[in-house]
């Protein structure tokens, strides 16, 4: 089973850009890499989902490199509101959700 | 925007009683699901249920946990006898189709409920 690997926690500040990558080696070929935002007592929402290259929406980018093992969730200028828990998923076939521990990002004034 | 909703928002119950969690998944979604998530700790998957039958579940989902679609809009999840360790929010989720990274086939959750066992 595909393993993704976060950092914990990371802290910004209003009006920067954050950067949260995700490690996922034993990627399988028909996986896609899918992020979720959780805020507290709320349930997951989805962000992006992408499987290689870049792919952009109205709230955050995804960067995929060439050998998939690895993803870069990007937010510009994150606001007090984007502090929540960012998931790296994998959505490959099948019908569950497997979600890790995710990273808390913390944005301050 | 469509949503998933989920009733009740909390429920306090004794140990040892059965409780009955609600759920209305998104109108036109054929797939659904429950996940819990103890405070503190990861979301975790406990059942996938397509076509009126479970298509899959977790070690979680024991003989204590049943599941069902008693009309066409309600998603239930019966915990026929509660245990302390059943304290958790219980997220009701649906999707359109499988995770199968075709497009972007998203799971929609619901603000979910917050079951305490006392």
């Known amino acids: 089973l595909a393993k993704t690997t976060q950092p914990i926690s990371m802290d910004s500040y209003e009006g920067q850009e954050v950067n949260i990558t995700c490690s996922h080696n034993n990627i399988a070929t028909n996986d896609y890499i899918t992020w979720y935002q959780q805020f507290p007592s709320q349930g997951p929402r989805f962000i992006i989902q992408g499987y290689k290259t870049k792919v952009t929406n109205e709230v955050a980018s995804l960067f995929i490199p060439a050998d998939r093992k690895s993803s870069t969730l990007s937010l510009p200028r994150v606001s007090l509101s984007d502090t929540a828990v960012y998931y790296c998923?994998?959505?490959?076939?099948?019908?569950?959700?497997?979600f890790g521990t995710g990273t808390q990002l913390k944005v301050e004034l | 925007e469509p949503e998933v909703t989920q009733t009740p928002s909390h429920q306090v119950t004794q140990m040892g009683q059965e409780v009955i969690l609600r759920c209305v998944p998104i109108?036109?979604?054929?797939?659904f699901y429950w996940y819990r998530q103890i405070l503190g700790q990861k979301v975790e998957f406990l059942v996938s249920f397509y076509n009126n039958e479970i298509s899959e579940k977790s070690e979680i989902f024991d003989d204590q946990f049943s599941v069902e679609r008693p009309d066409g809009s309600n998603f239930t999840l019966k915990i026929r006898s509660t245990k302390l360790e059943d304290s958790a929010m219980y997220f009701c989720?649906?999707?359109?189709?499988?995770?199968?990274?075709?497009?972007?086939?998203?799971?929609?959750f619901g603000q979910g409920t917050r079951l305490t066992v006392v």
């Open positions: 109108s036109n979604h054929l797939y």
């Open positions: 989720a649906s999707s359109e189709g499988l995770f199968e990274g075709q497009g972007n086939t998203e799971a929609f």
């Open positions: 998923l994998f959505t490959g076939g099948g019908n569950k959700l497997t």
